[in-house]
């Protein structure tokens, strides 16, 4: 069962009341009243329930709900207050979009009676796994891949063409349902069973590009590793073995270091990297600006591919400080000789700021969700289906264009 909760509200009344009901469901709750306690207190945050107001003083639920985005936590957030029903819903669909699991909106009038009800199917449904789920679900193949698709943000003269994916590891639990990588990955690391996931993770992607191959679909496809991985003794001789068993074309093949903090022996880092890179795979660095990374590890280490953080990123159309950052690393990039990829592309507006800047390739919900192999599919007939009636439609117009320029001439000959 859930452990810990936060109820983030300035009515000491509802933290009374919120912590009398969870603390009776077996959780260990603690209370805020503003960003700013958050701020203050980080450690506050380590709560897998949050009970949110959307009324906090000078901010509001959604202002909580991009300072927990921006500290990449999820959670599972129920919204209490006394806002309206309309408000409330506006306020779960960023949360979803933001990718938080949203359970509803409960209003404070009911919180004594339909607290329970709400928290039933959660306590069920998200029990911890435990290193021995995980081992089974490795060992049983429970494990299945989502495709998020990148896209050519500069080619012309019809941009958005689909030139890869990045694959994101799910667990698809018997009992808990589908969970995602923050909720197994910690686990991996503390077990000791990153590294064997890691493999199970590679072998999945290399089977999926041989049946895209097959279909004619030469995308690249990237993967997520991390620091751990490639020290892991004897990585490249298995790395060897696994991809020839799949007759991989590693050319297409894009490994992205997910934390580079770990790199402690930038040397040894390096010969390995470079011995992947002499194989034909292209490298990335993950998560760059967010000080996972440092500019000591892109000068010094064999990188390919920079990408642009989300936290950057989702904020480009709202922040002139976020968007003259992203404009650095892309000129940063740039003077590298590294294609910038930015992912967590959510509007119209980014998408295109990012186009103007420059920015070669992107990638977020704005372009599509992560897809399993079967929806990406379609996904990608569909959208192949429109790319040909758009082109149609651009060529029907120019004909028309010309008909008209045609039709003028005579009648200015005919006068």
């Not at 957030?77 to 990718?99: D, H, Q």
Request: proline share 3%; hydrophobic share 45%; charged share 20%.
């Amino acid at each position: 069962m859930l452990s810990n909760a936060l109820i983030i509200d300035d009515d000491l009344d509802v933290q009374l009341l919120g912590k009398m009901l969870l603390r009776q469901q077996g959780y260990d709750v603690v209370t805020a009243g503003s960003l700013g306690q958050l701020a203050r207190q980080p450690a506050l945050l380590n709560a897998e329930l949050i009970l949110l107001d959307f009324g906090l003083g000078e901010f509001t639920g959604l202002d909580i709900l991009n300072y927990l985005y921006d500290l990449h936590l999820k959670a599972s957030i129920l919204l209490i207050s006394s806002c309206s029903e309309e408000t409330a819903a506006s306020v779960i669909t960023a949360g979803k979009a933001m990718g938080f699991h949203m359970l509803g909106f409960l209003p404070k009038a009911k919180l004594l009676n339909d607290l329970v009800l709400f928290l039933e199917p959660l306590q069920s449904a998200h029990k911890s796994p435990t290193s021995r789920d995980l081992a089974k679900a490795i060992r049983e193949k429970q494990l299945f891949l989502a495709f998020q698709p990148q896209v050519d943000l500069q080619s012309a003269p019809h941009p958005g063409q689909v030139i890869g994916v990045e694959a994101l590891v799910r667990w698809q639990d018997p009992e808990r349902g589908v969970l995602y990588p923050d909720c197994f990955i910690p686990l991996a690391e503390q077990s000791g069973l990153l590294i064997p996931l890691t493999w199970y993770v590679i072998d999945l992607a290399l089977q999926q590009q041989a049946q895209w191959l097959s279909q004619g679909w030469n995308l690249n496809l990237s993967i997520n590793i991390t620091a751990a991985f490639i020290q892991e003794e004897g990585m490249l001789e298995v790395f060897d073995q696994i991809t020839q068993q799949h007759q991989a074309v590693l050319s297409r093949i894009t490994l992205e270091l997910t934390e580079t903090v770990g790199v402690e022996c930038l040397g040894y880092a390096s010969y390995v990297l470079k011995a992947l890179r002499e194989r034909g795979c292209k490298l990335a660095l993950d998560d760059f600006g967010t000080g996972h990374s440092s500019l000591t590890q892109l000068y010094r280490l064999p990188f390919s591919e920079l990408k642009l953080d989300r936290s950057f990123v989702s904020r480009i159309d709202q922040d002139k400080d976020a968007l003259a950052i992203t404009i650095s690393i892309i000129e940063l990039g740039k003077r590298l000789g590294l294609t910038v990829v930015a992912e967590g592309i959510e509007t119209a507006a980014q998408h295109d700021m990012l186009v103007e800047a420059g920015c070669a390739v992107g990638q977020g919900y704005f372009i599509s969700r992560p897809l399993t192999a079967g929806a990406f599919s379609a996904w990608m007939c569909e959208r192949s289906q429109t790319h040909v009636m758009s082109a149609q439609n651009e060529s029907m117009l120019a004909r028309c264009n010309a008909c008209r320029v045609e039709v003028c001439s005579t009648a200015n000959r005919s006068t």
